[in-house]
């Protein structure tokens, strides 16, 4: 992070950054064979340092090749092929495609072009899929970079995910598909999979409830109104909204138990097998097949990596520790995608889990709802179920509140709002949206494969009970103050706040 960090800081050529990993290494092995282990520790996280800076500088200061599409932008218009690179992502009145160029037209010439390109389709109702190859008219422009400070930098934005060039067509009778199946075997298998939710959920849920399922399961939030996206920011649980822990856990908890019931039918294969290393072994398969299915967001795949990691601590009798869960999950998704950690999601994901982890500890000890607290409870002599409903009440408002703390100055820095009403509406709406809807989102989704009907039933009541969720949301919503719009503060007010 150190690496990355000053790599988009500051600007030195490659070879020097070259230069001193290698240096680095030297040093690092010269020392270790020395037995200095502290001057090597140092140099070998100096290596590390400057990797991040290396892989970070390559994204924001490439080398263009002579081919590449930003030599094109301009006034000019070209026929423009090449192939989708991730499912199309539709918005309220626009869509979005990612195409990987392969060939620009222009007065009759065909030239070899290179490059990833964001096409701005003016329309909704496209048909088009992952693996696509298409041909379109468009100009080719540059992203519009930031001229004061403060202000949002969208080409900095879209080169951090490899886009250069952005261009524009006014509806899809102007893009032309010439041919299907291009890509991964494995991804079109996915997206075959995600399609078959997503039809499933069109057909069986209301125009209402359909943005929602589709969010909890695929990570698509393209059909959900702005009206109602912005009631769930004023409430202060748009998190609900985004594939996390929580539906990995899920997933985890379902095929795990699933496992289990039914190694336990065959008495012969226990006398051969562990059952909770075998169990834990057979989870991790859907869980990372359900982060694709999710779409591969940045929380999906830190919960991902963080329930794997705890998977294999149980397969290797090795102790779970979950900062060590945590920041090799970071690392993971950060040597794959360094630009990644100035995603906003990213930054949230990981300060929420990390709060939670710190605070929740040092919050129960506080407010007495440790083991002392509870003996006092039984000193009492209050009923169990009441001691339950304390507990479960206690233990939601202090994540609540932790997870509002470790992000609250992230938010304020970026969005400018925070929520009054957010520890009183996730008391309510995480059990019943964060974890009653995901479960029969996630259920229905599963069933849709292979007992449609059953399917049907679960999506029903899944209706009926989001149908409650947006009425709360709604309600919350409505509370005079409920949310709070303040002025950005500075990285080192930030950094204060947190402190």
């Known amino acids: 992070m150190a690496g ?138 540059l992203p519009k970079a930031s001229s004061n400070p403060g202000e949002f930098d969208y080409r900095r934005f879209l080169a951090l995910q490899g886009i250069w060039v952005t261009g524009y067509v006014n509806s899809f009778r102007e893009v032309v598909r010439l041919e299907e199946g291009q890509g991964s075997s494995f991804f079109h298998f996915v ?50 909204l985004s594939i996390s822990g929580l539906h990995v856990a899920l997933v985890a908890g379902f095929f795990f138990a699933i496992c289990r019931f039914l190694l336990r039918l065959f008495p012969s294969l226990l006398l051969r097998l562990d059952l909770n290393k075998t169990s834990a072994l057979a989870a991790a398969v859907p869980v990372i097949f359900y982060t694709f299915i999710a779409g591969l967001a940045v929380a999906a795949v830190r919960s991902a990596i963080m329930a794997v990691a705890f998977l294999l601590a149980l397969l290797l009798d090795r102790a779970k520790d979950l900062y060590d869960a945590l920041f090799l999950a970071a690392f993971l998704i950060l040597v794959v995608n360094p630009a990644a950690l100035f995603d906003i999601s990213f930054q949230l994901s990981f300060l929420a ?46 994540t609540s509140v932790a997870a509002i703390l470790g992000t609250g100055p992230l938010v304020v820095y970026y969005f400018n709002r925070i929520s009054l009403v957010g520890f009183l509406s996730n008391l309510f709406l995480v059990p019943l949206m964060g974890f009653a809807n995901t479960l029969l989102s996630l259920l229905a989704a599963f069933l849709a494969f292979i007992f449609p009907l059953a399917a049907q039933w679960l999506t029903a009541l899944n209706v009926f009970l989001l149908d409650i969720s947006l009425a709360l949301v709604d309600l919350f919503s409505r509370i005079p103050l409920a949310s709070k719009r303040v002025t950005t503060p500075t990285i080192p007010e930030v950094l204060i706040l947190y402190g």
């Open 191 to 240: 997206e075959k999979a995600r399609d078959t939710i997503r039809l499933f959920v069109d057909q069986n849920a209301t125009p209402e409830s359909r943005g929602i399922i589709k969010a909890l399961v695929l990570g698509e939030r393209g059909d959900i109104s702005k009206e109602v996206n912005e009631k769930f920011i004023i409430t202060g649980v748009n998190h609900i």
């Open 4 to 141: 990355i960090l000053a790599g988009n800081t500051f600007d030195l050529p490659q070879y020097w950054v070259m230069g001193g990993i290698i240096g680095a290494c030297l040093a690092a092995l010269f020392f270790l064979r020395d037995g200095n282990r502290k001057v090597s520790l140092f140099f070998s996280a100096l290596i590390f340092i400057l990797f991040g800076f290396l892989y970070i500088s390559r994204i924001l200061h490439p080398d263009f090749p002579p081919q590449h599409l930003i030599h094109l932008a301009g006034d000019q218009s070209f026929l423009i092929e090449g192939v989708l690179s991730q499912p199309p992502e539709p918005m309220e009145e626009k869509t979005k495609l990612f195409i990987r160029t392969e060939k620009v037209f222009h007065r009759e010439k065909c030239r070899p072009a290179e490059g990833s390109l964001l096409l701005w389709v003016k329309d909704r109702g496209g048909d088009f899929r992952y693996g696509d190859r298409v041909r379109f008219p468009s100009k080719l422009y």
């Open 353 to 398: 889990v990390l709060a939670i982890l710190y605070l929740f500890p040092r919050f129960k000890e506080l407010f007495s709802l440790s083991k002392n607290g509870v003996e006092t409870i039984e000193e009492e002599g209050r009923s169990r179920w009441k001691r339950k409903l304390l507990t479960y009440v206690g233990g939601t408002l202090l």
